[in-house]
Protein backbone atom coordinates (compact mmCIF):
# COMPACT_ATOMS: atom_id res chain seq x y z
CA UNK A 1 0.00 0.00 0.00
CA UNK A 2 2.65 2.65 0.73
CA UNK A 3 6.11 3.66 -0.93
CA UNK A 4 6.07 6.55 -3.19
CA UNK A 5 6.64 10.49 -2.53
CA UNK A 6 3.95 11.18 -0.30
CA UNK A 7 4.33 7.54 1.95
CA UNK A 8 6.51 9.63 4.39
CA UNK A 9 3.84 12.45 5.23
CA UNK A 10 1.73 9.38 5.79
CA UNK A 11 3.98 7.46 7.86
CA UNK A 12 4.47 10.89 9.95
CA UNK A 13 1.02 10.96 10.68
CA UNK A 14 0.18 7.47 11.36
CA UNK A 15 3.68 7.87 13.84
CA UNK A 16 1.95 11.32 15.34
CA UNK A 17 -1.34 9.40 16.03
CA UNK A 18 0.16 6.49 17.30
CA UNK A 19 2.40 8.63 20.08
CA UNK A 20 -0.70 10.96 21.03
CA UNK A 21 -2.64 9.65 24.36
CA UNK A 22 -5.59 11.20 22.93
CA UNK A 23 -5.85 8.68 19.36
CA UNK A 24 -6.86 4.75 19.31
CA UNK A 25 -5.23 3.61 16.09
CA UNK A 26 -5.90 0.14 14.56
CA UNK A 27 -4.09 -1.11 12.00
CA UNK A 28 -4.95 -4.15 9.41
CA UNK A 29 -1.82 -5.73 7.60
CA UNK A 30 -0.59 -8.58 6.18
CA UNK A 31 1.12 -10.96 8.84
CA UNK A 32 4.34 -12.71 6.78
CA UNK A 33 2.10 -15.64 6.30
CA UNK A 34 -0.29 -14.16 4.40
CA UNK A 35 -2.76 -14.05 7.11
CA UNK A 36 -4.54 -10.37 7.72
CA UNK A 37 -4.29 -9.30 11.32
CA UNK A 38 -6.11 -6.29 12.86
CA UNK A 39 -4.27 -4.11 15.69
CA UNK A 40 -4.95 -1.95 17.88
CA UNK A 41 -1.97 -0.05 19.14
CA UNK A 42 0.34 2.74 20.27
CA UNK A 43 3.41 4.45 20.78
CA UNK A 44 1.64 6.80 23.52
CA UNK A 45 3.95 5.98 26.70
CA UNK A 46 1.17 6.61 28.58
CA UNK A 47 -0.99 3.64 27.41
CA UNK A 48 1.91 1.04 28.14
CA UNK A 49 2.13 -0.51 31.26
CA UNK A 50 5.57 0.38 33.12
CA UNK A 51 7.10 -3.02 32.94
CA UNK A 52 6.06 -3.17 29.04
CA UNK A 53 7.81 0.18 28.47
CA UNK A 54 10.23 0.37 25.52
CA UNK A 55 14.25 1.02 26.78
CA UNK A 56 15.62 1.61 23.14
CA UNK A 57 13.88 3.39 20.12
CA UNK A 58 10.80 1.50 18.73
CA UNK A 59 11.91 1.56 15.16
CA UNK A 60 13.53 -1.70 13.83
CA UNK A 61 14.29 -0.27 10.21
CA UNK A 62 12.69 1.95 7.96
CA UNK A 63 10.46 -0.80 6.37
CA UNK A 64 8.89 -1.48 9.83
CA UNK A 65 7.74 -0.58 12.83
CA UNK A 66 7.24 -2.35 16.43
CA UNK A 67 4.18 -0.96 18.22
CA UNK A 68 3.14 -1.46 21.46
CA UNK A 69 -0.60 -3.76 21.10
CA UNK A 70 -3.19 -2.91 23.33
CA UNK A 71 -5.19 -6.03 23.05
CA UNK A 72 -2.76 -8.56 23.49
CA UNK A 73 -0.47 -6.04 25.86
CA UNK A 74 2.74 -6.81 24.51
CA UNK A 75 5.04 -5.64 21.77
CA UNK A 76 4.43 -6.48 17.70
CA UNK A 77 6.05 -4.90 14.36
CA UNK A 78 4.44 -4.84 11.13
CA UNK A 79 6.37 -3.55 8.03
CA UNK A 80 4.53 -0.54 6.25
CA UNK A 81 4.48 -1.67 2.64
CA UNK A 82 1.82 -4.54 4.00
CA UNK A 83 -0.74 -1.97 5.43
CA UNK A 84 -3.98 -2.56 3.75
CA UNK A 85 -5.74 0.27 6.37
CA UNK A 86 -5.25 2.81 9.04
CA UNK A 87 -8.07 3.86 11.00
CA UNK A 88 -7.58 6.86 13.32
CA UNK A 89 -9.91 7.77 16.54
CA UNK A 90 -8.96 11.20 17.95
CA UNK A 91 -12.16 10.96 19.91
CA UNK A 92 -10.77 8.42 22.11
CA UNK A 93 -9.39 8.76 25.48
CA UNK A 94 -11.17 12.18 26.44
Same mark, same amino acid.
Given at each position: #?????????? !??????????????? %?????????? !? %?? #?????? !?????? =???????????? !??? %???????? =?? %???????????????????
Amino acid at each position: #MFKDDSDEAL !ELKIKNALSDNLSEV %RIKFTKKDGT !E %RD #MLCTLA !ESKIPE =DKKPKSDTTITD !EVL %RVFDLEKQ =DW %RSFRWDSIISVSIDTAKGI
